[in-house]
């Protein structure tokens, strides 16, 4: 077993969506020629309802000091949580000042800068625990049951998520495969940590957008799923893509009733099981 292994081993342990209410809403079902995905709260169940670097380990305090414990670190949770906010919020500012409005952060870097350390494999491992304590994570239901369809009927699969270097980690995990043996296209694989660009920015959709057209796919045939009217409906429209919003689970389900630029905003589809979807990758 290696120490990755060992790490999933420790933590990961299955969670169940928690229902929404939400009415699905299949009304403008077509056959789509490619699929896009979110990865936490629409592929994956995230307990913190997202990324958990940006979550304050309220929930998970004492495994938090745990973990400091066994590496050493003298510190408390909350104090430590701080510093990692202050070295993210630093990055964020160098970003914007380079006309970046939705930066995203290399997570081994502020890691590097908050434990003092360049010993890479200790930095990621503890990267790895500290996400799976405050995040944690388990496949969506119907996953493997989309992902098979999309695969069998040659429909090519993407990610555009905000996600670390471990996300992939995660998936794989889960999947007992690497994304690319699950049939997702390496070209349509974008991670914000790569592209220096978070939702909502529209920065990866339109690479996104910009291979799928060379690939001989237009956007409008192109499906977009995600569990953010603001992050992923919104910007998805934005490049032409349709949208099919992810509503089956109450953690992560974040409609943004509040924010004028959704107020308006419906996606093409609503769906609150994977399974749902599958209807997508068939003739009609």
Known sequence: MTGRDAIFERYIRPLDPIPTGVVPDLSKMQRFSAMLFDVYGTLLISGAGGIGYKQAPTESVDE????LRRYGINRSPGSFA???????????????KQGIDYPEVDIVRIWQQVLGSDDMPLVKDFALEYELIVNPVYPMPGLEDLLLACSTRNIPMGIISNAQFYTVYVLEQFFGATLEERGLDQRLLFFSWREGHAKPSTFMFNRAKAILVGMGIPAASVLYVGNDMRNDMLSAKAVGFKTALFAGDRRSLRQREADDRCRDLSPDLTVTDLRQLIAATVNS
Request: no cysteine; net charge positive; glycine share 6%.
């Open 64 to 67: 938090v000091r745990n973990l």
């Open 82 to 96: 701080d510093a990692l906010n202050r070295v993210i919020g630093r990055a964020h500012e160098i970003s914007h």
